[in-house]
């Protein structure tokens, strides 16, 4: 509740829910609150309500409960011409029948701006997209990039507070994705603008993002800056959706506040944070990254547990080795390293000592 009544406040989601039979709630109980000039990703698999969350904002949906509000004043009393928001959506046509320059002049037109002011904001948002040269092109006359950069520059024309964008670069090969992440969120923090984006893919999630909010089944999941959602993940669905994770499963068998001790379902034990477990007996999957994997006893607490490993596969990918070992009877852990000159190169078969510092693997909901 303290959440919502903060004063900065410009968009918000205060308790929403919504059905659209009157039966399944697709969206459970949503809390958000976003301060002005905030970029918000929300990601998720496909069916956990991102897109219904986005049609609730643009007004275009209505919430079977609860409250969302636009810089204080709830959606359903602001009139769709007067909500001031821009829209990309993955599979948002522009009109085939006019031109480029036609296209970005409409949404100036239904405001009822002047002619001259009109071609000024087109030329100025067609630049801004380097496509200042395509304004008497027709849609179909332009590649799927180029029709996206022009459903960006739509959005924008006429400055809009709120900008909402739905897999807006889906159809984008990596090379110009990577480019329009880029453009897209300097754009946004030098307009100011406030966005939500919607994404399937978690690297440009965590590369474009003041804040990601990870969806699943009608809730978020944890909403934080992409570094805390890396590396200290709330739970296991989280844990597991964002970024390559090992889990291991077992029984907490020692506990204080701050650390605990996890004997596996092989026997063996590890030490861990405890986060979503609060005492012995209790069932946990622990979460421990890749990188934070240590094969040099010497950088260990003394005293930690280690577990013994065999080396199953060695995978050079250039800047770091990713390596795959048998682990507590599982076959999938999985190691990454620097390639640094004198990094060590893992051989199959070969057998390894592996620990890790106790903070780098968080005990979490089984
Ligand atoms: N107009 C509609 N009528 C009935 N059910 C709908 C409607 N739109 C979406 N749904 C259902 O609501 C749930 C959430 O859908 P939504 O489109 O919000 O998911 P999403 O997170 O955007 O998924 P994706 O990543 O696949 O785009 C799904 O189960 C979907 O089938
Ligand atoms: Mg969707």
Redesign the pocket.
Known sequence: MADTLRDDAFVEFERVQKSYDGEVLVVKDLNLTMPKGEFLTMLGP?GSG??TCLMMLAGFETATHGDIRLDGVSINNIPPHKRGIGMVFQNYALFPHMTIAENLAFPLEVRKIGKSEREEKVRRALDMVEMGDFGGRRPAQLSGGQQQRVALARALVFEPELVLM??PLGALDKQLREKMQFEITDLAHNLGITTVY?THDQTEALTMSDRVAVFDDGRIQQLAPPDQLYEQPQNSFVAQFIGENNTLEGVVSEISDTACVVRLDSGEEIDAIPVNVSKVGERTKVSIRPERVEMDASRLQPGAHTLKAEVLEFIYMGDIFRTRLRVAGQNEFIIKTRNAPDQVRLQPGQQIEIGWLAEDCRALDA
């Open positions: 496909s991102k897109t739905d897999e919607v």
